[in-house]
Nanobody, 124 residues
């Protein structure tokens, strides 16, 4: 299973920016490594269900963004460094959540590996 460790969370004022990172190691159950698997970012606010924020294919294209973050967040990956990123600009208080990276999605939309999460707090 791929191991994932997020970093880069913190507290920022509305309108500010943060860059999350997710370092990956290991292999999937089928033996694939980071540079051959899709990756994603999810977030969960207190009392709410986890929601998908963004995804990226193994090659970097295509990408997907939830409507709530489109135009403000940018997902990217560095396959040489086994690292996934989420650049978050123009942050809003409603972006406050624990952000999780996930790896290796099945055709049914089930993600096999998850990180421990990093807290992002946006103050108004």
């Amino acid at each position: 299973q791929v191991q994932l460790v997020e970093s880069g969370g913190g507290t920022v004022q509305a309108g500010g920016s943060l860059r999350l990172s997710c370092a990956a190691s290991g292999r999937t159950a089928s033996g694939r490594t980071f540079n051959s698997i899709a990756m994603g970012w999810f977030r969960q606010s207190p009392g709410k269900e986890s929601t998908l924020v963004s995804t990226i294919s193994w090659s970097g294209v295509p990408t997907y963004y939830a409507d709530s973050v489109k135009g403000r967040f940018t997902i990217s990956r560095d396959n040489a460094k086994n690292t996934l990123y989420l650049q978050m600009d123009s942050l809003k208080p409603e972006d406050t959540a624990v952000y999780y990276c996930a790896a290796d999605v099945t055709p049914r939309g089930v993600w096999a590996s998850w990180g421990q999460g990093t807290q992002v707090t946006v103050s108004s």
